[in-house]
């Protein structure tokens, strides 16, 4: 199932500068676990070394943030989009 | 706090002929009017940070006729702050924030009180400065100070309209609203220190504070006069690359400490809970360390070792030493093996302080005579080669 998942800049230069790619997945873990496995460098900043979510990185289906709906065990289908948010504090 | 401002209308400060004048743009819109131009002459907004983001939503409250504005700032003016923080001018650099702030904005409206505050915010000082306005602006450029004007504004029951800004992206809401969300329920932890890069390491587009800045301006003027939707239960995020803007749900979390449990009752150590340590200069305990002469020295010299540079490419383009090689910091793990155990490593960055992490990691895998360059590229600069660009 095609999943859209949407990154900021800082996390674009991990996918070769994509900032929206596709993924396959049922799940939002899964959805992670496809783009970890085709970027090994934006793996472990959308997870920790035991596969699970940061406190630090909000992750968004669609509008809703994930903790809230399951958190990675969230269902996600066809035509669903994924936005990733990492915590930045400049000002 | 508008809805009281519309019940005390007769409590409202009176416009002088010079403000209705100069407010006359305001008053002729049906959104503001005079009641609402009354209620902003009666608000008070402390901006947390007077530099990127501060520095347009100082200029446009004050224009706006906020009658009371706040700016806690503790730093001075650096030429490198020019390029964003339009608050402040050429002739400024070296002046204290604050001083440059209230000149500027003076000249902007003079109807507006300014109340400056040389301080760095901290968890002895932010509930007294804070509590003595209506609402904040966040425009820090740091997790501790975050955490901590949120969790002051949730104690004391003040909105904080939230922005943040990194490279081209940014974010917006507003935070601890009554019965909204806080800042804890969208980042309930902060991210370790090594994944945190500064401004100042990895560069901000000059003008995105200036769009983050003006959307929590006009935040801050709508929460004042009572008009429109505000952010509250919504993040804003802006892609200033591709110029996309998308709002998210932020939920109120119930088991947020700060305002769902309520279990916070008090201030902490903000340093500590971002996993800084109080002493943290960028030289971490037992980095051994090489002065720019003791390098310099060692290059004359001819002697035989590796001088590696842990910055980025585009900073590499600004400026390099002419031995080194180029291993930007978050290349080192997967460029170990073109380290030679059996020769010496002088590491170097901006500052020294990416270039000690680097040591760190050498050491911890068994490059025992790795030695970071004190300072870096900037004392290098001032210490041996005057020729090399400071940034």
């Known amino acids: 199932m095609s999943i859209k998942v949407s990154l900021p800049g800082v996390l674009a230069k991990l996918t070769d500068g994509q900032n929206t790619l596709d993924a396959d997945g049922s799940t939002v873990a899964q959805v992670v676990s496809d783009l970890a496995a085709r970027y090994p460098g934006l793996g472990p900043r959308l997870q920790n070394a035991d596969g699970e979510p940061y406190e630090f990185v909000t992750i968004y289906l669609n509008e809703e943030d994930i903790r809230l709906a399951g958190g990675f065990e969230a269902a996600v289908s066809a035509g669903d989009e994924l936005t990733v948010v990492p915590a930045v504090a400049g000002g | ?391």
Request: charged share 25%; proline share 6%.
């Open chain 2, 1 to 391: 706090m508008t809805a009281t401002h519309v019940e005390k209308h007769t409590d409202l400060p009176e416009l002088s002929r010079d403000e209705i004048l100069r407010y006359s743009r305001h008053l002729i819109l049906p959104e503001v009017t005079i009641a609402g131009q009354r209620r902003l002459k009666a608000a008070s907004v402390l901006l947390v940070g007077a530099g990127g983001l501060g520095s347009p939503t100082a200029l446009y409250l004050a224009a706006a006729g906020v009658g009371r504005i706040g700016i806690v700032d503790f730093d001075e003016v650096d030429v490198t702050n020019l390029q964003r923080q339009v608050l402040h001018g050429t002739s400024d650099v070296g002046r204290k924030k604050i001083d440059s702030a209230r000149d500027r904005l003076a000249q902007t409206n003079p109807h507006v009180k300014l109340e400056t505050f040389d301080t760095r915010l901290t968890s002895e000082n932010a509930l007294e400065i804070i509590g003595d306005y209506d609402l904040v602006v966040d425009g820090t450029d740091n997790f501790a100070t975050r955490y901590l004007v949120n969790d002051a504004c949730v104690l004391l029951g003040k909105p904080n309209v939230y922005g943040s800004i990194f490279r081209f992206d940014g974010q917006a809401s507003v935070l601890a609203a009554e019965g909204g969300p806080c800042y804890r329920c969208l980042f309930p932890e902060p991210p370790p220190p090594e994944l945190v890069p500064s401004c100042a390491e990895g560069g901000v587009l000059g003008v995105l504070p200036g769009l983050v800045g003006v959307i929590q301006a006009t935040e801050a003027i709508k929460l004042i006069v009572g008009t429109g939707q505000p952010l509250i239960g919504r993040l804003l995020l802006v892609d200033a690359a591709s110029m996309q803007f998308k709002t998210m749900k932020l939920q109120r979390n119930p088991s947020c400490p700060a305002c769902g449990t309520r279990e916070i009752r008090e201030l902490v150590d903000y340093e500590q809970f971002c996993g800084l340590s109080p002493e943290a200069d960028g030289s971490p305990d037992g980095i051994p360390e090489i002065t720019p002469v003791g390098l310099a020295t060692r290059i004359e010299g001819g002697d035989d070792f590796d001088l590696v540079d842990v910055r980025q490419p585009e900073e590499w383009e600004i400026g390099k030493i002419p031995e080194a090689r180029l291993v930007p910091l978050d290349t080192l793990t997967s460029c170990l093996g073109d380290f030679d155990t059996g020769r010496d490593i002088v590491v170097y960055c901006r500052s020294g302080a990416r270039s000690a992490r680097a040591v760190a990691e050498l050491k911890s895998v068994g490059f025992e005579r790795a030695w970071n360059l004190a300072g870096g590229i900037i004392r290098w600069s001032e210490e041996v080669d005057p020729t090399m660009p400071i940034y």
